[in-house]
């Protein structure tokens, strides 16, 4: 991976550059954050011509390494003004990385109403129109494009919800069977997409293979060792059998699943929507319990939900949705959900957002908690953008402003995921302190052996898993494989170092994943975010949520203030990369 | 002036209390920021209970000092996130002031769906149930708490836009008519009182007389000396005869008159809602083209606009209104554009803040530039709490981002005055960098004798600006009397020796006006702000005003961080409290 893909709306150039010497070996969230610091001016408009939006997959993409092929799409982020990269799976980075792209920058904005298609294949890239695909849903944009392009193309695009540049878009992108449904859902990335009149990225690596490592002997080695640790790990099994949808028990029993507009933490109708009820579901109706996103995946964590004649109804469906889609809203059954979860995927919405902002909609008295009818039209007016649409495709915030509802679960502009942060203290601190607003994805506590209602130690371990998460965002490692990299980072180390050449010692990746931080920090800070950012809303702070023993969330603000010191930048990225080979 | 109302709204209690030390000679503005700055935490939900509602008159206030019944009405601004005074005038300030209050301070919020009236009188102070009031619009609700609690009575209130806690929402008070029009109306202070259920302040100062100077002998001097200059004074006189409207025709000519949402500074119909057509358009049909809000104001700047059939459409008739439901929306009918302000004054909102909203809204497709009916048809969809009405009652900012308008004229999430900022760039300084928000009352470049669409000076006349109007403000003083006050700074002096017995120099006005800027920025600091705040939107520095020869708001960065050096405080309070017998 040695060449970067700029290409300019505004002018419709297209260039192909050798990276400066320092993005070299930044790759995924690293480079998204080194490159937002070095070259985007923090305060500009997100959806202007200032702002850009990347995609790169991670150091490993392309490679044989299990589940190695995220792609990290980023920008200032529309929700939160600050940076943001959202994560996505499917085999966009994988096949990016086999073209050799370390990053594809898209900057600018077009002069004229024209749309675009960014066609990269091994010869090249180019701008193309996109006429005929613009307006259509993610589903029927990406069979097209698979039909004109070719079968095995990867596709990132956006629905009608980027293309009106509604702040709760996402960005769609293909997995294996060429269905785009693996989400780089938060942060309204979409409507930045939207903003610069691009449709989709076509990704053509016809002719490539996996990306060989440079140690082929020891690769050998240490890849044997890392699958027998995957095929025999009990957490890793839990979510190839049940998906992430296990969490519903999990949440639910200490009071920490969203409920009514996270009033609560317990949802009556919790074992209807369970994992196990999920898998059971799949099952009796021959859908497919199990998964995988990309191919050389051995975790399979998704999943594809059926209807009663074994007819597709989505894939995955999985737990952020039901809860932010189901107890959020007081809904208990799981074919609404797959409903509302397959509108806002072809809409090109973020099921977590969109989730958050209905649930803001019901308390703020639009419609009653549990109307599901109510609720898929509601989702049917953001894919057409009424002006009720509107309000809540721009995300829970607005709505809340819009609604006179205070009580709105967002941190820095953007919607909570499925942890309910009274009852889920570490979750809660990640959310207060992440530079990316609220995403469970930087640093989730749930796991963790914790009593979680509590205060004590929330904030030492959502520092550890803030600084932990990077090291796989900047890899492009599925995060679900820390559940295994994890207790191993010998044989992370070694996967790393076989694959690249690189002679890495686990510190040396640390040191990447804080100045990762270090960087979207210094972003947002340029940006005008201070440590009041850094804060949950009041009422989580005031208001006991029920289920969790009435825990309001209490940790103090010393101690979010400390999760990031504004350090020096950790041993500097120019070390690393000296160590490296 | 030696007591504070405090009324916990929580507790229902209502105590009249001694000022604490640090409050002593700090009045209008200077309380609300020195108030703010030590009581209220500066991170607070805006409409929560930890907000405060704070009704001061300045120190001058129910003197004889002539247009000195300003009432300053502060909090933090739901609109801004940051401190706001938003400063009236009518006979409110004055009544307060004879009552002896220094402040009325409303506190919590109600625990149940109870709403309120207080009242004030000269034995004591209650709050009474506002049923009967609540849901009615000012107009109505003055006539009636007028006819209830007697003739005489000062009235503060809100009107449904407040009740229902939109953003756009104002405070009327009354004139000495006992006309509800004269707006403390922004910063969405209306909403924060709707918030705290309370619909009305009814102040009756039966029996009681103005405060009668420390000094009458030197008093009747300065008093006389005072008039004199007021009634000579040309600057005065053009107040007197067009009022504020004056100033459409001296924009429009140098391309700074807000048109078309603020996209170009010159109307097409400017000559017909000038100062001269509204002032002949006034003769004509027998209305009043000179009034005054206050008792023993010379200056007279009101007018009581009327129909054709002579009767009352709407008094006054400001250019603020003229411009940004005239020009901005690309509307010239003077008659339309006062029953847009009527209807804005009856439901309770801010005119600035609703016009910047229309003009939003009509760059966003929702209605066409001038259409008349379409306006007065969104304002009354505002006026029923509608959904399209809370998406444009929630004021200008709100609107851009629910219909995707990125080129919106806000600072700090409040709508801009009537001074385009591009040709009129001292306003635009002050736009980008008072602590308010976007208020021309902080600072206003348009008489200043600059070139105005030129870089040059801009920032040290705002600076200077800036720094002199919270004498006026801290005072209860009217800013026009500065047309006189400006050049005779020992006239000024000399009034307030004369009435509180003070030996005040004007550098020590001048150290109280500063304080109340630093502890302003301080609180706004405390609730996240930062320089990034302190900016004009992107697309005013780098998309032209074509009616100002294509200038662009380039005022640098540097200059406009220098306006308000966070200095150590000046002089203190406490010293200035020293020099006063």
């Known amino acids: 991976m040695s060449k970067i893909l700029r290409v300019n709306m505004s002018t419709l150039s297209v260039v192909t550059e050798e990276p400066k010497e320092e993005y070299r070996l930044l790759s995924g969230r690293a480079f998204i954050a080194k490159y937002m610091l070095t070259e985007v001016k923090a305060t500009c408009e997100p959806l202007g011509r200032h702002n850009s939006l990347i995609f790169t997959p991670g150091l490993l993409g392309g490679s044989k390494v299990f589940s190695s092929g995220r792609i990290s799409i980023g920008g200032k982020s529309p929700l939160t003004g600050g940076i943001k990269e959202s994560n996505g799976g499917g085999v966009v980075g994988i096949k990016l990385a086999r073209l050799g792209y370390q990053a594809v920058i898209i900057e600018g904005l077009p002069k004229d109403a024209q749309k675009y298609i960014l066609k990269i294949t091994a010869t090249g890239a180019e701008l193309l129109s996109a006429e005929g695909y613009w307006g259509c849903g993610v589903y029927e944009t990406a069979a097209r494009l698979r039909q004109d392009f070719g079968e095995k193309v990867a596709v990132s695009c956006i629905g009608p919800a980027g293309e009106n540049r509604l702040l709760a878009a996402g960005i769609a992108n293909t997995d294996t069977e060429g269905v785009p449904s693996r989400y780089s859902g938060r942060g309204g990335l979409g409507a930045v997409m939207g903003s610069k009149g691009l449709k989709a990225l076509v990704i053509d690596d016809t002719g490539l293979g996996s990306i060989e490592p440079k140690r082929p002997e020891a690769f050998k080695r240490v890849i044997q060792e890392y699958a027998q640790l995957l095929k025999t790990s009990p957490v890793i099994k839990n ?91 007081e809904i208990e059954d799981l074919d609404v959900i797959a409903r509302l979860n397959y509108l806002c995927n072809d809409y090109g919405l973020d099921t977590i957002e969109t989730g958050a902002a209905l649930g803001v909609a019901m308390a703020g008295g639009l419609l009653p908690f549990g109307d599901q009818e109510g609720a898929i039209r509601m989702v049917e007016e953001i894919g057409k953008a009424t002006l009720t649409g509107r309000v809540l495709g721009n995300g829970a915030m607005l709505a809340g402003k819009v609604l006179g509802v205070l009580e709105v679960p967002v941190v820095k502009g953007q919607a909570m995921a499925a942890y309910e942060p009274r009852a889920i203290k570490g979750t809660g601190v990640t959310y207060a302190t992440s530079p990316m607003g609220a995403d469970h994805t930087a640093g989730n506590s749930i796991r963790a052996g914790l009593k979680h209602n509590s205060r004590e130690g929330q904030a030492a371990f959502s520092q550890k898993a803030q600084h932990t998460v990077p090291i796989y965002d900047d890899l492009g490692l599925c995060l679900f494989s820390m559940g295994v990299l994890g207790a191993h980072p010998e044989i992370l180390c070694q996967l790393v170092n076989a694959q690249l050449g690189t002679d890495y010692v686990f510190e040396d990746l640390q040191a990447i994943a804080r100045n990762t931080i270090q960087w979207e920090r210094g972003f947002n800070q340029a940006a005008g975010f201070t440590k009041v950012n850094d804060r949950l809303p009041e009422h989580f702070t005031e208001t006991p949520n029920p289920a969790a023993e009435n825990a309001v969330f209490d940790v103090p603000g010393e101690e979010l203030d400390n999760v990031h010191p504004d350090l020096e930048l950790q041993k500097s990225q120019k070390d690393c990369m000296d160590s490296a080979c």
């Open 239 to 329: 979510y190839t059998d049940f998906g992430t949808a296990a969490l519903v028990n999990l949440t639910n029993a200490i009071g920490g699943l969203p409920t009514r507009n996270f009033s609560t933490g317990r949802f009556s109708g919790a074992d209807k929507i369970s994992g196990e009820t999920l898998r059971e579901t799949i099952l009796v109706r021959k859908g497919k319990p199990e998964h995988a996103c990309m191919p050389g995946c051995l975790i399979k964590c998704s999943n594809v939900y059926v209807d009663e004649q074994g007819k597709d109804l989505v894939a995955p469906l999985e737990y952020e949705t039901i809860a932010l889609m189901g107890s959020n809203l």
